[in-house]
């Protein structure tokens, strides 16, 4: 019989790490090895007890979030397979996410053998996405005059959150004259005439995470 698949749990919430970790404890060929509420905490365990694969929520509170641990696991020698399972479905989570190093990307509505599934196929090797996200990013494709560019889609997140274009420019270490292009170019894809209205459109879309 071969070893079971080790897993690290990560959310900072007990009662959902108590219903992960009796879904998980039906299947006779996957293990929890520890549990993580924190950041921290997820590297923390992760270099202790070396898993396969780290089950990944994206909100931690406040502080780093679950694409700042996918990122730091990614930079490790033996890096774990990073399965985001998490209540967020915009396409800033989902790129953020897939773009730091995820090998899938599920929601917390997931039926129990889909996810078990997923963990299975994330160890092999493969990319797996739940419906909801797999159809958010076959839109992209589909329709791609439709849809933000991942840095259309920063440089918004970062409005939203009261950012000015100069700071804006700071944090993604292009110019000011950049961010209001981009922003030019946001406005007119979402049919809209400055960044509140901006925002909201793209909160209603689904392109970025609402407040």
Known sequence: ???????????????????????????????????AASVAEVL????????DLVLLDLNFGSGLTGIDA????????????VLILTNYDSDADILGAIE????????KDAP???LLSAIRQ???????????VAGRLVARVNEPQQSLSAREIEVLTLASEGQGN??????LHISE????????????????????????????GGFIRRM
């Open 1 to 35: 019989m071969s070893e079971p698949i080790r897993v690290v749990m990560a959310d900072d919430h007990p009662i959902v790490r108590a219903g992960l970790a009796a879904v998980l404890g039906t299947a006779a060929d996957i293990e929890v090895v520890a549990e």
């Open 44 to 51: 923390a365990v992760v270099n202790r007890f070396a898993p």
């Open 70 to 81: 996918t990122r730091e696991l990614a930079k490790q020698e033996k890096p774990p397979r």
């Open 100 to 107: 730091a190093g995820a090998a899938g990307y599920l929601l």
């Open 112 to 114: 129990p053998e889909d």
């Open 122 to 132: 994330a160890v092999r090797g493969h990319t797996v996405l739940g419906p909801a």
């Open 166 to 171: 100069r700071d804006i420019g700071r944090v």
């Open 177 to 204: 004259t950049t961010v209001k292009s981009h922003l030019a170019h946001i406005f007119s894809k979402l049919g809209v005439n400055n960044r509140q209205q901006a925002v909201l459109a793209a909160q209603r």
